[in-house]
Structures are given as structure tokens and as C-alpha cells.
């Protein structure tokens, strides 16, 4: 295989014990597709349709399993696909990233069971999960604080470029960063060495001078924690159905009329009561169909201070009560969305 960027032929002819080796353009080894553009594309592709046969899969057991359980399938089993190697390619370019990012949200609406007009920060922060491009720059960087610490082989710790201060006498503020070495193409500016060098000159200090790779990781990942909520236990509650129709209440994207005209699906955003609006507050506590059913789940929350008993206390919990508590909650909302009849539960 002949590595180019350009359309340009060559004819060699290579032998080998008197036979003679085909050019190819393309070449698998150890699992990872190599392209003679020096492009990533073949093996994105093969990453998408690999992926896509296990989403199929998962797809199937929507109803059957857990959210936990599906949740667990997704880490264990799928998302490794997405990133072995991801280190090498992470330079594959945004259409190729985007379309590897739209088959994580289409894991995360499976696990959830929100629907496809569900924007992609309600499905994160359900989740709690954090995008694949956070999680590459993540595994570059700590490849990268191995091989700068001397835990790789001598051939790749001489990519390593010296540190800003190594080219003058004079004390600098940033003497600690590395060089970005010059690229002229953008496929060459965006390759391991030079794009990880950019992350780890946006590092503290401090984090980079850490001992050891798992205090690095557990730095690094603190940030991106931060960022993102942990996830309730209670969320996870629940006969399948159920925890999703819970699911979507919680997040306004429910098959209520006002959820549904948000999106365009329907015209009409009116509950069947008369109300001009049928969102999740008027469908838990203000709709007439449900009065008796709603007097029955209040007053079994009658130990909650009325104060509190909320749109956000039915379908969140709150973390000021304990596991049970939150438990006895979500079982007396379930018990209404069943009475009231209003979504589908077999």
C-alpha cells in the first residue's frame, strides 16, 4: 500500500519469492482499516456498520429488558466498538464524528425510551453519559501522559516536541507547554501528536505533573463530572413501560397534546378536559378526568409537606429523601399513570 494525498499513480512492482504483490488500497490490521488517502473514511464506515447490527439488537429488547440492563449492554458491549483504537482516528473529520455521535443518541434514546424529537442535551443529561469526542480527547490524553512519562517505546516518546521554554533564556509564563509542531494539512494538523499536544497545553499544571495514570485519568475526569449530573438510582425503578412513560413526563417530551405540538406532530395542544394546555403539571394535578385518582395518590403522599409536592418531586424524586422514599413516590405515580388511562401500558 502507497500512503498519498494525492490522485497521483505509480507503477511498482513489487515480488516476493518470484510472486508479485498487488497494490491495494485499502488493509486491515489489527482491527483497524488503513486507506491509502491517508483518510479515515472505510474504517469509520466499518465502525457504523458494526455498530449499527448491535443497536439493532438492542433495539429488539427495548420493551424486554431493564433500563439498567440495557444501559449495561450499551458500556459493555457497543461502545467499546466506537473507540478501540479511537486514538488513532479521532482525526476522521466532523461529518464522520457527527455520525458517530448521532448512533450514541440513538443508544440513549433505546435505554430511555425517549422519542426521536428528543433534543440531544435532555438526552445526556438523562443518561449522564458524555460524548464520544470528550471521551477520545480523554484516551489521547492519557496515551499521551504514558508516552511523555516513559511508559511506551523510545520510537514514540521521540515525537514528543520540547517545551517553549527550551527555545529561550528568559523566563516564560507558558514555559511549561510543548510546541505545536507546524502542519501544512489540516488531516495532518489534526493527527495524534499535534492535536494532543493542544489538549495537554490546556492542562493545569498541576495535572500534569501527576505520578501516576490513574490520578491523571481521575483528574481529567473530573472535569468532564462536573459537567454532568450523576444519575438518580430511582430512575431506574420500575416495570419497563412505565419508566418510560415516566421518563418522557420528566422531560416534556411525553405523548401529552402540548408536548406533541411543540414538535409539530399536533395542531391542537388542548387537553380533551377543555384546558388550552395538556403538558405534565395540568395532566398530575389540575386535569377534572383525573380527580379521584389524583385524590387517591395524594393522599397516600400525605407525609411529603404539601410545600414540596411538586411536578418535580412526582417525576425526579428528590435527593433529600432516601432510596425507599423516592421508591414509594414513583410506585404511587405509576399506580395514576395506569388509572388514568392515558398512555398506553400493556
Known amino acids: 500500500m502507497l500512503f498519498s494525498n494525492t490522485d497521483v499513480r505509480y507503477n511498482f512492482n513489487f515480488t516476493f519469492n518470484g510472486n508479485n504483490i498487488p497494490i491495494t488500497t485499502s488493509h486491515k490490521h489489527l482491527g483497524v482499516t488503513l486507506s491509502s488517502d491517508a483518510k479515515w473514511n472505510n474504517h469509520i464506515e466499518n465502525i457504523i456498520l458494526s455498530v449499527s447490527r448491535h443497536l439493532g439488537i438492542l433495539r429488539k429488547l427495548k420493551y424486554r429488558l431493564s433500563r439498567q440492563n440495557l444501559e449495561k449492554l450499551y458500556l459493555v458491549y457497543i461502545r467499546p466498538i466506537f473507540e478501540y483504537a479511537c486514538e488513532i482516528w479521532d482525526n476522521c473529520g466532523v461529518c464522520y464524528s457527527t455520525k458517530l455521535e448521532k448512533l450514541q443518541l440513538d443508544a440513549a434514546r433505546i435505554v430511555t425510551g425517549l422519542p426521536i424529537f428528543t433534543k440531544t442535551d435532555k438526552l445526556y443529561s438523562e443518561t449522564g453519559w458524555t460524548t464520544l469526542s470528550s471521551r477520545r480527547h480523554n484516551r489521547k490524553l492519557q496515551l499521551f501522559y504514558n508516552i511523555k512519562n516513559g511508559h511506551a517505546p523510545n520510537y514514540l516518546r521521540e515525537l514528543i516536541p520540547p517545551t517553549v521554554q527550551s527555545t529561550t533564556i528568559y523566563p516564560l509564563r507558558n514555559g511549561s507547554?510543548?510546541?505545536?509542531?507546524?502542519?501544512?494539512l489540516s488531516i495532518t494538523t489534526e493527527s495524534f501528536i499535534p492535536s494532543t499536544?493542544?489538549?495537554?497545553?490546556?492542562?493545569?499544571?498541576?495535572?500534569?505533573?501527576?505520578?501516576?495514570?490513574?490520578?491523571?485519568?481521575?483528574?481529567?475526569?473530573?472535569?468532564?463530572?462536573?459537567?454532568?449530573?450523576?444519575?438518580?438510582?430511582?430512575?431506574?425503578?420500575?416495570?419497563?413501560?412505565?419508566?418510560?412513560?415516566?421518563?418522557?413526563?420528566?422531560?416534556?417530551?411525553?405523548?401529552?397534546?402540548?408536548d406533541l405540538s411543540k414538535v409539530n406532530i399536533v395542531n391542537d395542544a388542548a387537553c380533551s378536559c377543555g384546558a388550552p394546555r395538556e403538558d405534565a403539571f395540568h395532566y398530575f394535578f389540575t386535569c377534572p378526568n383525573y380527580t379521584e385518582i389524583r385524590r387517591i395518590m395524594m393522599n397516600n403522599l400525605n407525609w411529603v409537606q404539601t410545600s414540596d409536592l411538586n411536578l418535580n418531586l412526582l417525576t425526579r424524586g428528590s435527593d433529600d429523601l432516601t432510596y425507599e422514599e423516592n421508591i414509594n413516590i414513583i410506585k404511587h405515580v405509576f399506580n395514576f399513570i395506569k388509572s388514568s388511562k392515558r398512555f398506553l401500558v400493556v
Open 177 to 184: 507547554d510543548l510546541i505545536i509542531p507546524f502542519c501544512r
Open 197 to 258: 499536544v493542544k489538549l495537554w497545553n490546556r492542562l493545569d499544571q498541576f495535572d500534569r505533573n501527576l505520578d501516576t495514570l490513574t490520578k491523571f485519568k481521575k483528574a481529567i475526569r473530573k472535569e468532564q463530572s462536573d459537567n454532568t449530573k450523576r444519575i438518580p438510582k430511582h430512575f431506574y425503578y420500575g416495570p419497563r413501560k412505565l419508566n418510560i412513560i415516566l421518563t418522557q413526563l420528566r422531560n416534556s417530551y411525553s405523548f401529552l397534546n402540548y
